[in-house]
């Protein structure tokens, strides 16, 4: 038979693990929580946005394309001065080089 002191230092041991454990679920359901908020979040940003594309007319397109070949046409102008510019300085220091 265990000895009181052993029943003791058992129990003691037993304490210490079952706080181990509670602190381990308590990390675990604050992470529970963090992932369901995030979760709501998004469900909430993707019904907005799925409700915008079903409200969306056939104008609003027309704009969006005008507007999405704008920029692209925008992004290629300043690609060219780029390099037009980079080519400049290229010579320039070929020349006095």
Do not use: C, P
Not at 4 to 16: G, H, N, T
């Amino acid at each position: 038979m265990s000895t009181q002191k052993e029943v003791e230092s058992l129990l003691r041991k037993a304490k210490k693990e079952n706080r181990e454990l509670r602190k381990e679920i308590e990390e675990k359901d604050l992470h529970i929580k963090f992932l369901n908020e995030r979760l709501d979040n998004w469900a909430e940003k993707n019904a907005l946005l799925r409700e915008e594309k079903l409200k969306i007319t056939i104008d609003d397109v027309i704009a969006f394309q005008k507007e999405k070949s704008k920029y692209a046409s925008s992004q290629n102008q300043s690609l060219t001065e780029q390099l037009e510019k980079q080519e400049k300085v290229e010579l320039d220091g070929n020349l006095s080089g």
